[in-house]
C-alpha cells in the first residue's frame, strides 16, 4: 500500500483550482495558492519567508508569506518566462488584470490589465513562437505575454475558457494549445489556427497533458477522461465533481496515470490506457489542487495533494517491490472474487436458457404450455429490431422534433427502450418505459438535439410478451445525422437576406451527395442542373438554402452566421478542403456589431470617468479625515462633527460610484463577449490560413478602432 511520505497544515484555507509549485530561487519548490480575501500563500519550508513589498511575514518562525492582491483571484500559476534563467515566476489572474511577480527579488515583473479577465493560466512555448509565453483564457478570448509583458499572441475562442493545457497534440515535437470552454467544446490551437475540435457533454473545468498526444480532461458534470489527439481512449462518470486532474507515474511503470481530485476528498489515479484505478486515497476535505515537485529537496520529486482547509499530502512514486499494489487490497482475492462474481452470472445465465429449452419442448396437458413459453421470454427466432428517424413537425402539444420510431417485426412488445447519446439527453441517457395497459411492438421517442453535430445513439430495447418474466435484449447503433433539425421547404418560403458565397471545383452531385449524408430527408435528394435545396430550422432560426450553379459557385443563404459557419466547415471537411475563402453579407450581424462597438466606447468612457471621480473623492477623503481629526484634538466637537458627517456622505457616495463602476464593468464584458463571438464566427466562416488571417486582422481592426475596416473584414476575409 502506497502512503504519503509528508502531510502538512497549513492552517490556511486554499481556493480550488488554484494550486502552484514553483522555483523561485531557481532550486526550491514552494507551495503556492491562492486564499480568502485577495491573497495568495507561498509556502517555502527551505528559508526563511519573504517581508516587504507585496509580501507580509505571519510570524518571525512562519514558513508561509501572503502576497496582497486586493481583488478576487481567478488563477494561479507558477512557471519560467525567461529562456536563460532558472528562475520561476507567480502569475495571478483577476477579472480585470494579469499580474507576474518575481517572488525571488519580491518585485512585480509587469502588471498588465486583462479586459477579457483571466479564468486559466497556461506558461511555455506555443507552437514557433520563440519567446516562452504566459498564455491567458478568458471571456471568449485568449492572449499570450512574454517576460517583459508584451502581448505576442491573441486569438479568438468559442465561448468562456474553463482550462488550458499546452502538449504536443499532433506528435511533431511543436507544443499545441488545449482549450476547454462552457460551451462544451475542446479546441486545439497550432498557434492561432484551430487544427481540431472535440465537443463534450458539459463545460470542460480542467485539462493536462499526458504523453505524447494525449491529454487527460475533466468536466463539470463529474467525467474525467484522456483523449488520444481526437480519439477518446476512456471516460468514466461519478456523483462527486472533478477538482483537479495531473499527470504523473505514481505506480512508477514508465507511464503516467491520471491523477484526480475529487470534491468528496478522493484522490484516485487511473490508468492512461484503460481508466482502471491503481491507486486512491482521501483527504479530510474536498481537493484544492494536485501539483508536483521536489518538495523534501532529496532528488527525488513527490506527488503532492491539497484539500481547500488546507491540509497537503505527499506521495513518493511506487519502489519496485510495490508495483502493480499501490492499494490495500490482495490482489489474489480481488481477482478470486471477480471470478465468482462471473460464475454466478454464468449459472444464473444458464438455467435460464435450460428452462427456457424445456418449456419449449414439452406442453402440460392443462394447455398452458404457451402461456409457459410466453413467460419464460421465448420469442419467434426471426423477430428483429427496425428503428427509423424522421421529422415530425405537426405532433399537437410538442415543439417540431426529430422522432426515433423503434418497433418489432412482429406482435412481440417493447417493455422498455434506453437509448444513450451524448449531448441530447441529461445524464446522456433517456429510457421510455410504457404503462402496462400501453404495451405494444412500437415506441416513439421525441429528440431535440441542442446543436448541430453528428450523434450515435445506442439503443437497448427489452423484447417478450406481455406475459414474460424474462426479456431479450436488441442492441443496436443509428447515427443522428449533423443537420437533422432542419426539415426540407418548398420554393415559396422568402429567401434569407444574408449569405455565404464561394467557388470551389467540384460537381453538383459531390454535393447533393453530401446534402443527403448530412440531412434527415425522406427520400434522397437528385439533382440534374443547378442545385437550389431549402429547408426549415426546427429550433425557430428560420430558412436555409444551399444553392450551386453547375461553374461551382455555391452559395448558402441563411441569416444564422453560427448555421453558416457550421455548413462551411462540414462542407470542407466532407470535400477534403484544406483552404475556402468566402465572401460573407449579415447585414443584421453588421448593425449588432456596429451597436456594439458603439456601446464598448460609451462603457470604456463611463469608467474612465467614474475612476477619476473615485480619486478626486479619495483625495477629499483623506483631507476630510485629517481636519475631523485636528478639530477632535482642539475639542471643537462641532467642526469634528461636521466633518465626519461630510465624511460620512462622501463615503455613500463613494459606495454607489462603486457599484455602478462593477455594473458598468459586466456590461462592458457582455459586450466584449459579443465582439469576440463575432470574430469567432466570421472566422468560422473561411477554412484553413483565411480563417487565421480574418481572426488577426479583426483583433488589429478593434486595436485601431476601425470600425468599417473590421466590417469589411468580416465580409470580405481582408482589409
Not at 462603486?658 to 469567432?680: A, D
Amino acid at each position: 500500500m502506497l502512503v504519503p511520505v509528508f502531510t502538512l497544515k497549513l492552517n490556511h484555507k486554499i481556493n480550488p483550482r488554484m494550486v502552484a509549485v514553483g522555483k523561485y530561487d531557481g532550486t526550491h519548490p514552494n507551495l503556492t495558492a491562492a486564499t480568502t480575501a485577495g491573497k495568495v500563500f507561498i509556502h517555502n519550508p527551505h528559508s526563511r519567508a519573504l517581508t516587504g513589498g507585496r509580501a507580509s511575514e505571519l510570524s518571525l518562525d512562519s514558513d508561509i508569506s501572503l502576497l496582497s492582491i486586493n481583488k478576487t483571484i481567478s488563477a494561479v500559476a507558477a512557471g519560467s518566462l525567461d529562456p536563460v534563467g532558472v528562475n520561476d515566476m507567480l502569475l495571478v489572474g483577476t477579472q480585470t488584470d494579469l499580474l507576474a511577480y518575481d517572488v525571488q527579488n519580491n518585485t512585480d515583473a509587469f502588471y498588465r490589465e486583462a479586459p477579457d479577465g483571466v479564468n486559466a493560466i497556461a506558461i511555455g512555448n506555443l507552437g514557433s513562437i520563440e519567446p516562452k509565453l504566459a498564455i491567458c483564457g478568458g471571456n471568449c478570448a485568449l492572449q499570450g505575454f512574454d517576460i517583459e509583458g508584451n502581448d505576442l499572441f491573441w486569438t479568438v475562442t468559442g465561448d468562456n475558457v474553463c482550462s488550458l493545457a499546452l502538449c504536443d497534440f499532433a506528435g511533431e515535437g511543436i507544443p499545441e494549445l488545449i482549450v476547454g470552454s462552457e460551451d462544451y467544446d475542446i479546441r486545439v490551437f497550432r498557434e492561432d489556427e484551430i487544427i481540431a475540435e472535440m465537443a463534450e457533454t458539459e463545460a470542460i473545468t480542467a485539462l493536462c497533458p499526458m504523453a505524447p498526444s494525449r491529454f487527460g480532461y475533466a468536466l463539470a458534470n463529474g467525467t474525467v477522461g484522456v483523449y488520444d489527439k481526437t480519439t477518446r481512449y476512456w471516460r468514466i462518470k461519478s456523483k462527486n465533481q472533478a477538482v483537479s486532474i495531473h499527470s504523473f507515474d505514481l505506480n512508477g511503470d514508465g507511464v503516467d496515470e491520471l491523477i484526480t481530485g475529487w470534491t468528496n476528498g478522493k484522490i484516485d489515479a487511473r490508468s492512461d490506457r484503460t481508466g482502471e484505478v491503481v491507486f486512491k486515497d482521501n483527504l479530510s476535505a474536498s481537493v484544492a489542487g494536485i501539483v508536483e515537485g521536489d518538495y523534501r529537496n532529496d532528488g527525488n520529486t513527490e506527488l503532492i495533494c491539497c484539500s481547500v482547509e488546507g491540509e497537503v499530502k505527499g506521495f513518493l512514486p511506487a519502489s519496485k517491490d510495490q508495483k502493480g499494489n499501490l492499494m490495500d487490497i490482495n490482489v489474489e482475492q480481488e481477482k478470486v472474487r471477480e471470478m465468482s462474481q462471473r460464475k454466478q452470472n454464468l449459472l444464473l445465465e444458464l438455467k435460464n436458457y435450460e428452462e427456457n429449452a424445456k418449456a419449449a419442448a414439452t406442453d402440460r396437458p392443462s394447455g398452458l404450455g404457451n402461456l409457459d413459453k410466453g413467460q419464460m421470454g421465448i420469442i419467434p427466432a426471426n423477430t428483429q429490431l427496425q428503428t427509423s428517424l424522421s421529422v415530425r413537425m405537426d405532433v399537437e402539444g410538442k415543439e417540431p422534433h426529430v422522432e426515433l420510431f423503434v418497433s418489432t417485426t412482429n406482435d412481440t412488445i417493447l417493455k422498455t427502450v434506453l437509448i444513450f447519446a451524448e449531448g441530447i439527453f441529461d445524464g446522456e441517457s433517456h429510457v421510455v418505459h410504457p404503462n402496462n395497459n400501453q404495451l405494444s411492438n412500437t415506441i416513439h421517442v421525441p429528440i431535440r438535439p441542442p446543436k448541430d453535430v453528428p450523434v450515435d445513439l445506442h439503443i437497448k430495447a427489452f423484447v417478450g410478451h406481455k406475459s414474460s418474466n424474462q426479456y431479450h435484449v436488441f442492441e443496436l447503433t443509428r447515427q443522428l445525422p449533423r443537420f437533422a433539425m432542419y426539415t426540407p421547404c418548398n420554393d415559396q418560403v422568402p429567401e434569407p437576406k444574408s449569405s455565404v458565397a464561394f467557388t470551389i471545383n467540384e460537381r453538383v452531385q459531390r454535393i447533393v451527395m453530401w446534402i443527403n449524408q448530412q440531412f434527415l430527408l425522406n427520400s434522397e435528394l437528385t439533382c440534374d442542373g443547378d442545385l437550389n435545396a431549402g429547408f426549415m430550422s426546427l429550433r425557430g432560426s428560420g430558412p436555409v438554402f444551399i444553392q450551386m450553379k453547375t461553374a461551382g459557385q455555391v452559395t448558402l443563404r441563411t441569416d444564422d452566421m453560427d448555421l453558416a459557419g457550421d455548413l462551411v466547415q462540414a462542407l470542407a471537411s466532407f470535400l477534403g478542403l484544406d483552404e475556402l475563402s468566402v465572401t460573407a453579407d449579415f447585414p443584421m450581424h453588421m448593425e449588432d456589431l456596429k451597436e456594439i462597438l458603439v456601446k464598448v466606447d460609451s462603457f470604456h468612457e463611463v469608467r474612465q470617468k467614474l475612476t477619476a471621480e473615485m480619486a478626486d473623492h479619495s483625495n477629499l477623503i483623506k483631507s476630510l479625515v485629517v481636519r475631523a481629526e485636528d478639530a477632535r484634538l482642539m475639542a471643537d466637537m462641532r467642526n469634528m462633527r461636521r466633518g465626519y458627517m461630510e465624511l460620512f456622505d462622501l463615503n455613500r457616495d463613494l459606495v454607489n460610484g462603486y457599484k455602478v463602476r462593477c455594473n458598468n464593468h459586466q456590461e462592458l464584458l457582455s459586450c466584449l463577449k459579443k465582439v469576440n463571438q463575432m470574430i469567432q464566427k466570421a472566422g468560422n466562416l473561411r477554412v484553413g490560413k483565411f480563417k487565421t488571417q480574418v481572426v488577426s486582422q479583426c483583433r488589429q481592426a478593434i486595436k485601431d478602432n476601425n470600425v468599417s475596416a473590421l466590417l469589411k473584414i468580416v465580409k470580405t476575409g481582408s482589409s
